[in-house]
């Protein structure tokens, strides 16, 4: 059909034929108005005997798409661990080179080795050793990043190893989303010392329990996992603005006994957040309706009507909860 002579030799009717055959082959393949139609089954490929080293012989199918099925379905066929370690990895070409240590490298070799997020902080590329022992984690003593730059920068050196070693393996990816479904912890009154604190710690929990799920054959943690993590470990840092909440409200009030201790309409009905008990209303009701607007006004009432009611009222509901009261 790209031939200007071959088109000119078919007629109207020939054209309008082999049209419309190509529209129903096209929605067939879910690349037509079919947008939501159902997927064909790729075809079955056979591939030749060739040899492969990973650098000068690369396998023709090596080119080939990613799997089209759930991760679930095929990460028990991916192997735990890179047999032959390989430091010289090509970072270069994802700005990545020299940000990370070889120490580092050689540990992502192996999923079942759990990470940190300060492993792929910059200012640690120099570190010679992870310094683990039987009482000391891995990379303990190293340098945690200190802003929200060196942690995007932490997490693109991540997802340049895991390229090179673990292209199936979709966690960086995953918590950059997460950080960003987050908005890095912005919207929750932290300051960024708080966020970078929390950050790392919700990064290197994921990190360490798809560490664990490795060695079962588990896939890693899915997005919807992540959140649940970030959610239990943002209750345990309570924001400036809950603890500030908090310690205000711990602060011991004006004792009972002092005569001019009166409540306050404003911060009546609340609750106290240390004891958890609901603090006495001066709002005055009866079957449900308010006795006197200006009694409820914080101001109060002192109309000689009202004071009567209100102690007839209590001296009524006192007989109602009190079986010992005697007129």
């Known amino acids: 059909m790209q031939n200007p002579l071959a088109v000119g030799r078919i007629n109207l009717q020939a054209g309008l034929e082999m049209k419309k055959h190509y529209e129903e ?73 020299g940000a990370v240590s070889e120490c580092v490298i050689v540990r992502a070799h192996d999923r079942s080795l759990p990470l940190k997020l300060s492993m792929f902080y910059k200012a640690n590329s120099t570190k010679k050793s992870l310094g683990s022992s039987e009482v000391k984690d891995a990379a303990d003593g190293w340098e945690n990043p200190r802003g929200i730059l060196d942690i995007q920068e932490a997490l693109a050196n991540m997802g340049a190893i895991f390229f090179c070693l673990w292209h199936m393996d979709p966690t960086p990816g995953i918590l950059q989303r997460l950080l960003t479904y987050y908005n890095f912890g912005t919207g929750e009154d932290r300051s960024e010392k708080d966020q970078c604190a929390l950050i790392t710690e919700v990064i290197d929990d994921i990190l360490r329990t798809n560490a664990s799920r490795a060695i079962g054959r588990e896939p890693p943690l899915s997005f919807r996992e992540c959140r649940e993590r ?71 009432c002192h109309r000689k009507s009202c004071v009567s009611f209100q102690v007839k009222y209590l001296i009524f509901i006192i007989k109602q909860i009190s079986p010992f009261y005697l007129l």
């Open 25 to 97: 082959q096209q929605t067939k393949q879910g690349r037509g108005d079919a947008v939501f139609g159902k997927d064909v089954k790729l075809p079955t490929k056979t591939f030749p005997a060739a040899e492969d080293d990973c650098y000068d012989l690369l396998h023709e199918a090596r080119w080939e798409r990613m799997p089209v099925q759930e991760l679930k379905e095929y990460w028990k066929r991916i192997p735990t661990k890179r047999t032959h370690i390989y430091r010289r990895l090509p970072l270069e070409h994802h700005g990545a080179g």
């Open 230 to 300: 970030w959610k239990d470990a943002a209750e345990k840092r309570p924001t400036q603005a809950n603890y500030k909440h908090r310690r205000d409200n711990d602060k011991p009030g004006p004792s009972s006994k002092d005569p001019r201790s009166k409540p306050d309409g404003k911060t009546a009905g609340k609750f106290n957040s240390r004891s958890g008990h609901l603090a006495r209303s001066r709002v005055m009701k009866h079957n449900g309706n308010l006795i006197c607007f200006q009694y409820n006004k914080a101001s109060g």
